[in-house]
């Protein structure tokens, strides 16, 4: 027996019309469900570019999703405005009964939905959250004294002891697809200008868009799994699974992801699964602990003052800081809206610990420009990266990016790829070009201070103007 006559789903962060746990909330509990879908003013507003990437990899995977739910019977309402107008706007149109969606647990979008809860309730509709990015989520997982973990590793060793084919089985949405309402009325797909971002949005995806893009990465990934664990720390390897934007956009469901690395088993399934459970850990700390969205999470780091120069900020900006690994991952992320996992620890901490920026300007910096940016992980990334964060690791962890080089691009491979000026620079000085002499810079046409920048700054000097700063934050 269905709870309500007619419903809405609105699709947010969950672009797909399988394994969805929302909309298989809404098919099961409703005899009519109509489908929507917001591009909201209040995010295409913030930002920063009318060329941003996720804006057309959005509106793409929109476009695949619309016509996947047309030929089940359905329909998707794509409208433009702001969601938290829009939403009650449009249940009370359609007449239905409740909303559902999934959850979001971004403080912002947890503020909105309280906003059109309270808006829906005002008119007597309910509106009903279901849990659909995570494996786990906000309580599920608690240390044996009820408090939520702040230290990956044994979150792990719960996520992992937890795990079972219950909370990895899929939404048989399919089967409920009859549900799915008509058109209501015509609501047309938006071109990409008319949402006011041009071509060149377009122009460059590091992955192709939508729910079949999704599946054909994912069954490619599947095929080389086993040596993910070798291969995922070299930039110049095709060794990860480039699924990080359909992780963010939902054009894969989590569950599926989990589930394949689950089943796969081996230390390369191994590896990549801890990757899936290192996400929901995140999660959870930005749930549980919200301030660490806008400062640091060990709260006493709040007190340094960084005294990085703009200047040197505009180096790492534009990939100009005289070291090579840093300048070729500037290169990718600018030219690509996606940089490798490894290379977003390196020039993280090379930001910090070398240039003595704000994390958080880097982490603002990451947030304009990949393709896959999530609050919840890219806040944990760069404060694992800056030592401000619930890491186990002690703050005197830095990495030295000539090392770094050395040890994941040991042929400069990924280097020359993004910085052509060192192109012919021999192997033995492609990590650090500056110490060539003379002579060997002129034969390989890469002068430096010419063809390409001289350090900015000296990693030891710097290293320990950074120790002293945590020290100074600490107490001494």
């Given at each position: 027996?269905?709870?309500?006559?007619?419903?809405?789903?609105?699709?947010?962060?969950?672009?797909?019309?399988?394994?969805?746990?929302?909309?298989?909330?809404?098919?099961?509990?409703?005899?009519?469900?109509?489908?929507?879908?917001?591009?909201?003013?209040?995010?295409?507003?913030?930002?920063?570019?009318?060329?941003?990437?996720?804006?057309?990899?959005?509106?793409?995977?929109?476009?695949?999703?619309?016509?996947?739910?047309?030929?089940?019977?359905?329909?998707?309402?794509?409208?433009?405005?702001?969601?938290?107008?829009?939403?009650?706007?449009?249940?009370?149109?359609?007449?239905?009964?409740a909303v559902f969606a999934n959850e979001d647990y971004e403080p912002a979008a947890i503020a909105r939905d309280a906003q059109i809860e309270r808006l829906l309730a005002g008119e007597g509709r309910r509106l009903h959250l279901a849990k659909d990015q995570a494996v786990y989520a906000k309580d599920e997982?608690?240390?044996?004294?009820?408090?939520?973990?702040?230290v990956f590793t044994p979150y792990k060793r719960a996520w992992l002891a937890k795990l079972d084919d219950y909370y990895l089985k899929a939404y048989p949405v399919a089967k409920h697809a009859a549900r799915l309402a008509a058109p209501a009325f015509a609501a047309d797909l938006p071109a990409l200008a008319?949402?006011?971002?041009?071509?060149?949005?377009?122009?460059?995806?590091?992955?192709?868009?939508?729910?079949?893009?999704?599946?054909?990465?994912?069954?490619?990934?599947?095929?080389?799994?086993?040596?993910?664990?070798?291969?995922?720390?070299?930039?110049?390897?095709?060794?990860?699974?480039?699924?990080?934007?359909?992780?963010?956009?939902?054009?894969?469901?989590?569950?599926?992801?989990?589930?394949?690395?689950?089943?796969?088993?081996?230390?390369?399934?191994?590896?990549?699964?801890?990757?899936?459970?290192?996400?929901?850990?995140?999660?959870?700390?930005?749930?549980?602990?919200?301030?660490?969205?806008?400062?640091?999470?060990?709260?006493?780091?709040?007190?340094?003052?960084?005294?990085?120069?703009?200047?040197?900020?505009?180096?790492?900006?534009?990939?100009?800081?005289?070291?090579?690994?840093?300048?070729?991952?500037?290169?990718?992320?600018?030219?690509?809206?996606?940089?490798?996992?490894?290379?977003?620890?390196?020039?993280?901490?090379?930001?910090?610990?070398?240039?003595?920026?704000?994390?958080?300007?880097?982490?603002?910096?990451?947030?304009?420009?990949?393709?896959?940016?999530?609050?919840?992980?890219?806040?944990?990334?760069?404060?694992?990266?800056?030592?401000?964060?619930?890491?186990?690791?002690?703050?005197?962890?830095?990495?030295?990016?000539?090392?770094?080089?050395?040890?994941?691009?040991?042929?400069?491979?990924?280097?020359?790829?993004?910085?052509?000026?060192?192109?012919?620079?021999?192997?033995?000085?492609?990590?650090?070009?500056?110490?060539?002499?003379?002579?060997?810079?002129?034969?390989?046409?890469?002068?430096?201070?010419?063809?390409?920048?001289?350090?900015?700054?000296?990693?030891?000097?710097?290293?320990?103007?950074?120790?002293?700063?945590?020290?100074?934050?600490?107490?001494?």
């Open positions: 027996m269905t709870a309500y006559d007619r419903s809405l789903f609105w699709f947010r962060r969950d672009l797909r019309d399988e394994d969805n746990a929302g909309l298989y909330h809404a098919l099961v509990s409703s005899r009519q469900v109509h489908c929507a879908f917001v591009f909201d003013r209040d995010i295409l507003e913030a930002l920063p570019s009318p060329a941003d990437r996720r804006v057309a990899f959005i509106h793409a995977s929109v476009r695949e999703l619309r016509e996947a739910l047309r030929g089940k019977g359905g329909e998707l309402l794509v409208l433009e405005g702001r969601s938290r107008e829009a939403i009650p706007a449009l249940a009370s149109r359609l007449g239905v009964d997982l608690l240390t044996k004294t009820g408090k939520p973990f702040v008319d949402l006011g971002f041009g071509p060149a949005a377009s122009a460059q995806l590091p992955v192709p868009p939508g729910m079949g893009a999704a599946r054909r990465l994912l069954g490619d990934f599947a095929g080389s799994m086993a040596r993910y664990a070798s291969a995922r720390d070299f930039p110049a390897v095709e060794g990860v699974s480039r699924l990080s934007a359909h992780n963010r956009f939902g054009t894969v469901s989590i569950r599926e992801l989990a589930r394949t690395a689950w089943k796969a088993r081996g230390e390369g399934a191994a590896t990549w699964l801890s990757e899936l459970a290192w996400r929901d850990f995140y999660f959870q700390i930005l749930w549980h602990h919200p301030h660490a969205a806008t400062g640091a999470f060990r709260r006493e780091y709040d007190a340094i003052a960084w005294p990085g120069t703009d200047e040197h900020f505009a180096a790492w900006r534009e990939a100009r800081t005289g070291f090579p690994i840093v300048d070729a991952a500037m290169r990718q992320i600018n030219a690509t809206g996606w940089m490798h996992n490894r290379l977003r620890m390196i020039v993280a901490s090379f930001l910090v610990k070398d240039l003595l920026v704000d994390w958080r300007r880097g982490e603002a910096y990451f947030a304009d420009h990949l393709v896959d940016f999530d609050l919840a992980a890219n806040n944990g990334g760069w404060q694992w990266a800056a030592s401000t964060g619930c890491d186990a690791q002690p703050y005197f962890r830095i990495f030295n990016p000539v090392s770094q080089s050395e040890r994941f691009d040991p042929q400069g491979a990924f280097i020359r790829r993004f910085l052509p000026a060192l192109a012919r620079v021999p192997d033995a000085f492609i990590h650090a070009p500056w110490t060539m002499g003379p002579l060997d810079q002129q034969a390989c046409g890469c002068v430096i201070g010419r063809d390409y920048p001289a350090p900015i700054v000296d990693h030891a000097v710097q290293r320990g103007r950074a120790l002293a700063l945590f020290r100074g934050a600490r107490g001494g």
